[in-house]
């Protein structure tokens, strides 16, 4: 029964790393290491002793190249995948930047649900951080990361939507590509060379800019909303576990006392964020920012089509949207039409299939 107990406390605590990490973890980007010491705690006071953890396998993980710009564009363009895997947590933010963008372009995808606890989808990884994706065999970490490389992929491999974000449309290449497919363009070095192309420039700067917004303001404002009081502490946890193909008791107890730590964290969040007053003027405020000086009157950041700073964006939003934070925005801030429009441009999922962790 304790080592149910110690298990659930822990999926509680690795899922809500898994929204935001917050003070759960040490930030590098949007990647996170957890901090036991608060697992720990909550243990105690539930009784368990202790908490154990998963080690990676050294001998049969392979390893995993991380971007040191996620937010560059690579030089040169890759053939669309025939198949893309990620492997995610399905309330993480992150994650749902990366499933926009594969719905708002329209790839279809296979999700892998990875356990916060054991990792065991990800054995095969010494990168033990969500999401990753699987490009056919190739692997990509980091969501800005796979956010650069997909757009740029998109970009060489067919027209719009992807060229909103350029200053002029670019013209598709006489040759035609499929879906997924190669080019039957006869150059293939000038196809792979017009994505990065395409970006250049004030339109890219801007768009860096914003997506960067969105990682580094946006998400730590967002994130101590939605744990600001207890109420909303555990409406977020609810909402987080009901996302899970756990067990009834085991989603209670992950729920409660998930709640009883973000509760107590998220006390600590506006003076480790720096903000100041109160946190739901400092939410529609950082809204606000984005359709005055990031939309500047237009339907979205890239003008007439979304840009990777909007795609970013909506996921953030969309990641919260069962909870009173995502309420209280769309009704008190200038967001509420352009989440509406980004609703539209993205349309259906284009998720094919779901695989969830094991316990």
Known sequence: MASQRTSAIAQAGAVSQALVGGPLGQQQGNRYTARPAILSAAAAFLGVSALSGVA????????????????????AAQPLPSKITLYQYEVCPYCCKVRAMLDYYKLPYTVIEVNPLTKGELKWSTYKKVPVVKLDEEVVVDSSAIMSRLATDVAASRPAPA????????????????FFGSSGCSDESAVKDQGAANFAG????EEVKWRKWVDQTFVKVLTANIYRNWDEALETFKYITDQTSWSWGTRELARWSGAVIMWQVG???????????????????????????????????????????????????????????????????????WFQAMEERVGDSARVATVMGSM
Do not use: H
């Open 163 to 178: 060229a909103a974000a350029a200053p002029a449309a670019p013209k598709k290449p006489s040759g035609g590509f499929s």
């Open 202 to 205: 004030p339109a890219l700067e």
């Open 267 to 337: 006390k600590k969040m506006p003076k480790k964020y720096g903000i100041e007053g109160d946190l739901r003027l400092a939410l529609y405020a950082a809204a606000d920012d984005f359709v005055e000086n990031g939309l500047r009157g237009r339907t979205f950041a890239g003008g007439a089509e979304p840009n990777l700073a909007d795609v970013a964006l909506f996921g953030v939003v969309r990641a919260v949207r069962q909870t009173g934070a995502f309420r209280d925005l769309m009704a008190q801030s200038k967001l509420a039409p």
């Open 56 to 75: 990676a396998d050294a001998e049969t993980s392979a390893p995993v190249q991380v971007a040191d710009d996620p937010y560059a564009r690579p030089a």
